[in-house]
């Protein structure tokens, strides 16, 4: 099983339960060809780049998932012959990815745990963008 991450963007003309329609339909479609989903997020309704097939928005749909190699074949067919998707990308997720974006989560996760601790002690967290005044006799007097 390989870690895959499919982005695709559906027409704007869908209604809310279009669009989790087809996201669901995408779901299915990785879950019964012995793959599992990670993750499937709907991003919403984005203004394009550039004019595609006549349209200047669509809805960005992410699903990560885990499958067989050759179940990404079937997929980007479906998203072919599907009437409302009109850009999609697959993308396959090596090892070493996978390592570098675990090991970013955890650095942010130990990040958020000091910076509540701080919190929680009352101290104040020091902002390094913030420059530091430095003492001048009008100070003193």
């Known amino acids: 099983m390989r870690t895959y991450e499919a982005l695709y963007i559906c027409t704007p003309e869908l209604e809310e339960g279009d669009i989790q329609t087809v996201s669901q339909e995408v ?12 993750r499937s997020e709907i991003w919403g309704k984005r203004k394009l780049a550039y004019m ?25 067919q479906w998203f072919k012959l599907s009437d409302s998707v009109f850009r999609y990308m697959v993308v396959h997720f090596d090892d070493h990815m996978l390592r570098i974006e675990a ?9 958020l745990r000091k910076s509540a601790e701080a919190t929680a002690r009352g101290e104040e967290r020091e902002d390094s963008d ?6 001048s006799s ?4």
Do not use: C, M, W
Request: charge should be positive; charged fraction near 40%; glycine fraction near 6%.
């Open 27 to 38: 779901d299915n479609l990785v879950t019964s060809n012995g793959g599992s989903i990670v």
């Open 130 to 135: 913030r420059p530091r005044r430095a003492a």
């Open 52 to 76: 595609v097939k006549k349209y200047s928005e669509g809805t960005y749909i992410l699903a990560r998932f885990q499958a067989p190699p050759d179940f990404v074949k079937k997929l980007e």
């Open 103 to 111: 090991e970013q989560a955890r650095r942010k996760e130990e990040d």
């Open 138 to 141: 009008y100070d003193r007097d």
